[in-house]
């Protein structure tokens, strides 16, 4: 099961249709194709950065000796972003100001809309404050200056 974020463009209402659900988990394509993958989602410095480093691991399996040590690279470098690209693309929307409306757990991405839109419909309909917390992360930076995002959490909540 997988977890969803949803992000709301700025100054929109937590039931707007242009929210955007995130899967945050581990992503195959991100995996077999890291630079292209990122260059997809408009992260192009890091996916040129990634593009030039599988291109020196690439050159690296060509010495004698050079190739265990590329393979093992290479894989740490697909794992990376293949478990950190999610995040990454959330952390640019919240650059860009998005909102982070709420986190949802679900099996797939349709079953994640339905709950998220049945909540947000439920709470505007009783004329309550939606239960789902938005939350700006750009806003919330720890100390370090980092937002709170990714796999290495320092703060010890997991």
Request: proline share 6%; charged share 15%.
């Amino acid at each position: 099961m997988a977890s969803y974020l949803i992000m709301t463009p700025p100054g929109a209402p937590a039931d707007d249709e242009r929210a955007q659900f995130i899967a945050d988990g581990f992503s195959w394509a991100a995996f077999f194709f890291p630079a292209l993958w990122l260059m997809a989602k408009r992260a192009w410095l890091l996916g040129l950065l990634i593009a030039v480093l599988q291109i020196s691991l690439i050159l690296l399996s060509t010495v004698p000796g050079g190739f265990t040590a590329a393979l093992v690279m290479q894989v740490a470098l697909s794992l990376l972003v293949s478990l950190e690209g999610p995040l990454l693309v959330a952390h640019r929307l919240s650059a860009r100001d998005w909102t982070l409306r709420s986190i949802i757990p679900a099996d797939d991405l349709e079953t994640a809309e339905v709950i998220y839109f049945a909540n947000t419909k439920t709470a505007a309909h009783d004329g309550k404050a939606a239960p789902l917390a938005s939350i700006e992360w750009s806003k919330t930076k720890r100390p370090g200056g980092t937002a709170g995002l990714g796999f290495f959490e320092p703060y010890g909540e997991r």
